[in-house]
């Protein structure tokens, strides 16, 4: 057999997942000029980007723009897109492996974490994953709905996600009008009710997960304001401690709009947008089954043994009116059909990319890179590493022998009467949206899967 990665017998990888993580594998492999590879890039959806179309927030369009460097890596000759193709149902691990050398699952973490507290399954209580997936279009969450008839909303958390949600909440009609987010999304914005929005940190402002340009971003909103409560504004001697021996130029400029916030006086927009530090809720109360309130309590900070920062519970509690509750404590992975996991961590269980068993050998041709690989952290642009990192391995553990790639699997899915999307399809989807557009927007999302496929079908 001629060797492995050479014209005649070329490295067959299998892709699980077209978002992020799974084009910077592409792109890191297309480096490699030696080696003749085919790539081979799945994804559930019949469209790619993952998380960049369904995550990214949709008046954040800049940061979509890395899909012109995704869809050029798509367009090479040995690299192939096959959408609308599920692992786990259509294909099973099995299948890859008879048909790959290789496998990396960049599949991501679809789901979010909870608070585990008493009343988060009142109705009015949702996790902010959910709804940036149903503004973002996502076919899941088409039909979801958001009650957003209620004066007062509670975001639990003060990462970029929270700030995501806060500010699609606070944004003008016409704000969002000049985005792509879900026509649907855009309808019910409309006629929102929302008038105050409040952002939960449990810890200090000097612990705050957003970054400098997101909470920039809130102080320039045309129909809302924001707010800090002065005394929760304050750096504690704690964080001030960490902060003097650990500068971070992230942290100072938090602090400096947090501060510049919590003095700006209350013009009385339509919107008012509180940002609140130091409280944990503790439950959320319903009223007729509905959210009404949370119970919070508050915190100081405190520091353990081992140097690290955080909220203990002062004993004092408060009450926080609110008819609806987002939880945006973080994304979380769930397991992969057949692939070790470990459930703490909410990862594919691996070592640096390559995936292990429970001993903590490595399972021979998987590997894993993005949130599924290392959990929900970091901007786009950090899957970079781990898809360097996934090309090297997989050119480094070469395994011979001869596979069958992409024309197996195309006999496989095709005897299972499975509908695939190519490249060429996505381009055709996406040039529909793109003409659908009201003007001034970048594009009008499809947000049903047979909607997509009809536009295929002409
Ligand atoms: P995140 O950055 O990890 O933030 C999670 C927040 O939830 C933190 O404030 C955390 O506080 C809080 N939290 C966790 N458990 C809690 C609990 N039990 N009670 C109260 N608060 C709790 O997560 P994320 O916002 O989902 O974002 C995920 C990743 O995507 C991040 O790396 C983020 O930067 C990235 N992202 C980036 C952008 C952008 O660049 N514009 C947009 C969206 C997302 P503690 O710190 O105290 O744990």
Redesign the pocket.
């Given at each position: 057999m001629p060797d492995i990665g050479s014209t005649a017998n070329p490295l067959r990888v299998a892709i699980i997942g077209a978002g992020p993580a799974g084009f910077y594998t592409i792109s890191n492999f297309l480096k490699y000029k030696e080696l003749t590879v085919e790539m081979d890039l799945y994804d559930r959806l019949p469209t790619p980007y993952g998380l960049v179309r369904a995550?990214?927030?949709p008046d954040?369009q800049k940061?979509k723009s890395v899909t012109r460097a995704y869809a050029k890596s798509a367009e090479q000759p040995n690299v192939r897109f096959y959408g609308n193709v599920e692992y786990g149902k259509h294909l099973q691990l099995a299948d890859l492996q008879a048909h790959y050398h290789q496998v990396i699952f960049t599949n991501g973490a679809p789901t979010?974490?909870d608070?585990?507290i008493p009343g988060e399954d009142l109705q009015g209580s949702h996790s902010?994953?959910d709804f940036v997936a149903w503004y973002n279009g996502h076919p899941d969450f088409a039909d979801h709905q958001f009650d957003l008839s209620q004066e007062s909303v509670a975001i639990?958390?003060?990462?970029?996600?929270?700030?995501?949600v806060a500010r699609i909440l606070c944004k003008s009609y016409a704000e969002l009008a000049e985005t792509d987010i879900a026509d649907h999304a855009l309808a019910a914005l409309k006629n929102s009710q929302v008038k105050r929005v409040y952002l939960?940190?449990?810890?200090g402002p000097a612990?705050?997960?957003?970054?400098p340009?997101?909470i920039k971003e809130m102080g320039e909103l045309a129909e809302a304001e924001v707010t800090v409560p002065v005394e929760e504004a304050q750096v504690d001697a704690i964080s001030q401690q960490y902060l003097d021996a650990n500068p971070d130029k992230n942290v100072e400029k938090n602090i400096g709009f947090i501060t510049d916030y919590s003095r700006r006086v209350i013009t009385g927009k339509d919107k008012l947008l509180t940002l609140r530090f130091l409280v944990?809720?503790i439950e959320i109360i319903g009223e007729a089954g509905h959210v009404a309130a949370l119970k919070l309590a508050k915190n100081a900070i405190t520091a353990t043994a081992d140097g690290a920062i955080r909220?203990s519970a002062t004993g004092e509690e408060e009450i926080l009116e609110a008819g609806l509750v987002f939880?945006?404590?973080?994304?979380q992975g769930i397991p992969v059909s057949n692939v070790p996991f470990d459930a703490k961590k909410g990862t594919i269980r691996n070592i640096e990319g390559r995936v292990v068993d429970e001993s903590g050998e490595a399972v021979t041709g998987l590997y894993t890179a993005g949130w599924i690989k290392r959990g929900?952290?970091?901007?786009?642009g950090?899957n970079k590493h781990d898809g360097d990192a996934a090309s090297r391995q997989i050119q480094e553990d070469c395994t011979d022998g001869g596979k069958a790639g992409r024309a197996g699997l195309e006999e496989l899915l095709a005897n299972k009467s499975v509908r695939w999307v190519d490249y060429s399809d996505w381009q055709k989807i996406d040039e529909a949206e793109k003409s659908a557009a009201a003007e001034g927007a970048p594009r009008r999302k499809l947000t049903r899967i047979p909607e997509m496929l009809a536009v295929l079908d002409g």
């Open positions: 995550g990214v927030a954040h940061d979010d974490r608070l585990g902010a994953t639990v958390g003060v990462g970029n996600v929270a700030m995501d939960l940190g449990r810890r612990q705050a997960a957003f970054t340009p997101e944990s809720p909220p939880r945006s404590v973080g994304y929900p952290s970091g901007v786009i950090t």
